[in-house]
């Protein structure tokens, strides 16, 4: 069993940076983790995955180059920055736990999930 707890989100001006925090528990080891988001009335789309074997990053298309995915093994958190936030980035930011280690795009493959937090920017 793994847990997650997202935190980090909140209410951000235009053009603001902000971190969100992804923090496991539970067996962890060998699970890749992925950043989603689900804007209102849409579905939840890929942001950004890192694999636990080799800290391998992948990126949506659509964030490259403004989102960053980390990690850090000693507090087994992984953070997602992002820079230059616009409205568009208005949605809920859930991280999941992908226990191939793949770092898949496909939310389906993703076999835990945490509560999710909310990230809206004003303009």
């Known amino acids: 069993q793994v847990q997650l707890a997202e935190s980090g989100g909140g209410l951000v001006r235009a053009g603001d940076s902000l971190t969100l925090s992804c923090r496991a528990s539970?067996?962890?080891?060998?699970?890749?983790t992925g950043w989603f988001r689900q804007a209102p009335g849409k579905g939840r789309e890929f942001v950004a995955s890192?694999?636990?074997?080799?800290?391998?990053?992948s990126y949506a298309t659509s964030v490259q180059g403004r989102f960053t995915i980390s990690r850090d093994n000693a507090e087994n958190t992984k953070y997602l920055q992002i820079n230059s936030l616009n409205s568009k980035d208005t949605a809920g930011y859930y991280c999941?736990?992908?226990?191939?280690?793949?770092?898949?795009?496909?939310?389906?493959?993703?076999?835990?999930w945490g509560q999710g937090t909310r990230v809206t920017v004003s303009s």
């Open positions: 890192i694999r636990w074997i080799d800290s391998r990053t």
């Open positions: 999941g736990a992908h226990s191939f280690d793949s770092g898949s795009h496909d939310s389906a493959k993703y076999d835990y």
């Open positions: 539970g067996h962890t080891a060998g699970y890749a």
